[in-house]
């Protein structure tokens, strides 16, 4: 009979998780790779396309760090969109560019083998100097810490989930390339759109972060990093 409880609690966390990340939208910056039409599917009223982007620089596969709920990120991020937007967005293969995204799907996409629609797509604004260039936000969280540090990288992918909780996802490419990318949690407004303009400019910063336990086991997650500070790192100092 335990065991029977045990199981109803999993299943039922589980969709509860799950019920929570139903309505987002973002932004995510890399390369476009990829258009074409979806062979396996059209829409309502008309044919379906999906695009793919390679998050960040120089990335082929997706090693995770870090916790965020399944299947929010991935690389490459797939996302759907019209026929009347292939020949703007074809024009901008092979470039850095910035995507802004939502979910869910208007009704002539529903049938997209993606679930990210394009909102928006348009070059990234390489290394334009930001201003502030340091931004520090409180947690609000009064879960406890597990430990604490910075890490290194390019923010690929900002995501605002429309939820009770007012909480924002955000997944940085560690180091200047590759497939290494490490997932936070965001709690405060300003932090989340100096996150927004880091993407939009590819630009290196250092994320101070807090490791917490999850005392709700919030999106069926034990513990989440939640973001302190986001400093830029001036470019010159790379070289």
Known sequence: MLWVILSLFSISASISARSLIIDTKGYVSGQLSRVNLDANQSGVFGRVYIGEILLGHDSATFISLGNQPRGLVANPWRFCF???????????????????????RKGSLLSCTSENELVDVYPAND???LEPTHVIGAIRTTDPQISHGVEFGRVVNVIKNNDLFNIYFMTIQVGSGGSKFRHFIIDNTD????????LQTAAMVKVHYSDRFSR????GLSSMSYVSEIEMVDQGNLE
């Open 82 to 104: 019209e026929k009347d937007e292939y020949d703007e967005i074809e024009d901008l293969i092979g470039k850095n560019v910035v995507l802004e995204f939502k979910t869910p």
């Open 127 to 129: 290394y334009q100097i």
């Open 191 to 198: 932090l989340f759109d100096f996150a927004i303009q880091s």
């Open 216 to 219: 709700r086991n919030l999106f």
